[in-house]
């Protein structure tokens, strides 16, 4: 299974400059580096650090220097799930914009796609199955479909394909909620980012060749993480190396391999600590297992 690995961004979110996770990446051994299509100063809801040009410039430059081979990009959220309908033109754009930018610096191949949240106050946000698509209403569904049809066309334009990453508190949180968007959208390059171990949120996996049977030949992207699950505490997870947790790594591999699964795979380091050493970790467990 000759596919690209890749090393998300959280790997290297820790103060490192772009031309250090751009080394850092190559010495690892990673293929390319999921970035996120913006950096925030402390959050999602803050302004940018540079404009959307001075970014993509510097990972061009530091990709360049250090022959990274991929680049990818993927959240912050794009907020089309909201109701008023002047943010949902802005977001739409801002992305449609930032899709044209990107292609002119990278031969971009998918981009990892996040909606904004949708959370029910009746429930705590831990709990996934109460939240994001379950949580949505028939309007903001029509929204999300009606806001990334636009932007799919536009990926389209420059042979960019887009998946949705099934992540908690998102409409495309549970991998039928997910593939329902997808088929609604109905563009060819607008599919699935599987992140197998974000439906622990739910409070338990579903089955591995459910999901994949599911996904088919949509599955653009696939994320690698790990968790422990706590004994009597159904919705929370602590997370862990790949070789560990309540996941299977080596099945997944295995079930990509035999579905002839070629699009890249990312390693996350989501979790605390000495995240490059994560990495690092992670990566040697992968190939070891191809």
């Not at 932007?151 to 420059?158: H, K, M, P, R, S």
Request: hydrophobic share 35%; charged share 25%.
């Amino acid at each position: 299974m000759l596919t690209p690995v890749i090393m998300h961004v959280n790997c290297c979110e820790q103060g490192q400059s772009i031309e250090d996770i751009c080394r850092k990446a190559v010495e690892y051994n990673f293929d390319g580096v999921e970035f996120r299509f913006k950096r925030f100063k402390f959050g999602y809801n803050e302004s940018s650090i540079e404009t959307s040009s001075e970014y993509l410039n510097r990972i061009a430059t530091a990709s360049e220097k250090y022959g990274l081979k991929h680049i990818l990009f993927g959240g912050g959220p794009i907020l089309t799930n909201e109701p008023d309908t002047s943010i949902r033109k802005q977001q739409t754009k801002e992305y449609c914009d930032f899709l044209k930018s990107a292609s002119s610096h990278f031969g971009l191949s998918v981009c990892n796609l996040l909606s904004g949240t949708i959370f029910s106050d009746k429930f705590p946000r831990w709990q996934g199955d109460k939240q994001g698509s379950s949580a949505a209403t028939p309007e903001q569904f029509a929204w999300l479909v009606e806001s990334f049809k636009e932007i799919g066309e536009t990926a389209g334009e420059y042979n960019i394909q887009l998946a949705f990453e099934t992540h908690p508190g998102r409409y495309h949180d549970n991998i039928d909620a997910t593939m329902h968007l997808v088929n609604n959208i109905g563009l060819e390059n607008v599919g699935i980012n599987l992140d197998y171990a974000n439906m622990l949120a739910f409070g338990e996996l579903p089955p591995l060749d459910e999901v994949l049977n599911i996904c088919k030949d949509k599955l653009f992207y696939v994320h690698f993480k790990n968790a422990y699950t706590i004994p009597r505490l159904q919705y929370h997870q602590l997370p862990c190396a790949l070789e560990d947790g309540v996941i299977n790594t080596r099945e997944l591999v295995f079930r990509l391999k035999e579905m002839n699964y070629k699009g890249p795979v990312a390693i996350e380091a989501a979790r605390e600590g000495d995240r490059e050493w994560f990495a690092q970790q992670d990566i040697t467990y992968y190939k070891t297992l191809i």
